[in-house]
């Protein structure tokens, strides 16, 4: 029945599409039974709140469902990512949920998954392929909108002027490309007269953002008027450094950053970060919600982008309980 369901699948993709916990679970061959749905779940890393609330939906929502998770973790390494998902190829899973590491360098895995005839789902990064014949679909959100409307709050903050530190994500990330690209634009849109005067990349990191910004401090020293970073584990690590230094953060340097975690919104409520542009992280719901379609032969768009919210100091107090 799955080997019939993937080919039904590949017709669909054909003639219909168009149109952001545990350890590794390496299941063996038929590990769900004949009558259970198998998906593998391949994350790229495990080192930070949001990458752990995404893992833990997911987990949750398969569990839910009574469907059979396959999961691995790799550790930040794309080629441990390709053989990841070679090896969930090899174990004949019924689907996979990727969150590629890199933009580039995971086609030989795609490849493998097209040639098993397995549908393969991105989950909050791109990779490179077409959508629909490479892949099902990418589930995510606007990183490009995410970076126009951190540009958009600092701007109207600062009041059009100041110099700017950028602390991007990991390099050659779609996400890190495209929240770049996003606060870029919309600032010499809106406010050319400010200058982003160094630009470094923290990884996506709380210790390598606090590093980083340490160095930038050293280096640019009182020309830093804000720092926008990809993500908020680095702008907690820039607030960190900036503090240690003796500047005050949301005085001396005005930070924001993107993702809306708890400990963000508690820096927000302390006057520290500025704001914050979220980015959830819980896949499992519309993940699942797109096997069940193709389980029953519909079709899905290409691409699914979440909504997100934004939070400053108007509303953080009235959301920080929910967030992860």
């Keep these: 029945m799955k080997k019939l369901l993937s080919v039904l699948f590949l017709g669909v993709l054909v003639f219909a599409l168009a149109g952001c916990g545990g350890g590794e679970d390496p299941a063996g ?3 769900g039974g004949d009558d259970q749905l198998v998906v593998g779940f391949s994350q790229m ?3 930070n709140p949001w990458r752990i609330a995404e893992t833990e939906s997911i987990q949750k929502e398969a569990k839910e ?4 998770l396959v999961y691995t ?3 930040g390494s794309t080629a441990k990512q390709v053989s990841d998902i070679e090896s969930m190829v090899a174990q004949k899973v019924d689907y996979i949920a990727l969150a590629p590491r890199e933009f580039e360098g995971l086609a030989p895995a795609l490849d493998a998954a097209k040639e098993a005839g397995i549908p393969v789902i991105l989950v909050d990064r791109m990779a490179k392929g077409t959508p629909g014949e ?3 679909t990418f589930i995510g959100s606007n990183f490009i909108e995410e970076g126009e409307r951190a540009a958009s709050w600092l701007a109207e903050t600062m009041d059009g002027k100041g110099n700017i530190v950028e602390l991007t994500g990991t390099s050659g990330s779609s996400v890190a490309l495209d929240r770049q690209k ?3 634009d919309k600032l010499a849109e809106v406010a050319p007269e400010m200058e982003i005067i160094a630009s470094q990349t923290g990884d996506f990191a ?3 953002g606090q590093k980083v910004m340490e160095n930038l401090l050293q280096s640019q020293g009182d020309k830093i008027d804000a720092v926008y970073a990809h993500n908020d584990e680095m702008a907690i690590g820039a607030i960190n450094a900036i503090k240690a230094a003796g500047k005050v953060p949301g005085e001396d340097i005005i930070v924001v950053s993107v993702d809306g975690t708890k400990d963000a919104l508690n820096a927000i409520i302390a006057g520290e970060l500025g704001a914050t542009v979220e980015c959830s992280p819980f896949f499992g719901p519309p993940v699942f919600d797109v096997i069940e379609k193709l389980e029953n032969g519909e079709s ?3 691409e699914i982008i979440n909504e997100d919210r934004f939070f400053d100091a108007s509303n953080a107090e009235e959301f920080v309980d929910s967030a992860y």
């Design 73 to 75: 973790d790799a550790q």
């Design 29 to 31: 061959d038929n590990a």
């Design 45 to 47: 890393e495990m080192n």
């Design 300 to 302: 899905v768009p290409t």
């Design 206 to 208: 709380r210790a390598d």
């Design 182 to 184: 996003g606060f870029v």
């Design 65 to 68: 469902r009574g469907i059979k």
């Design 134 to 136: 490479d892949f099902v």
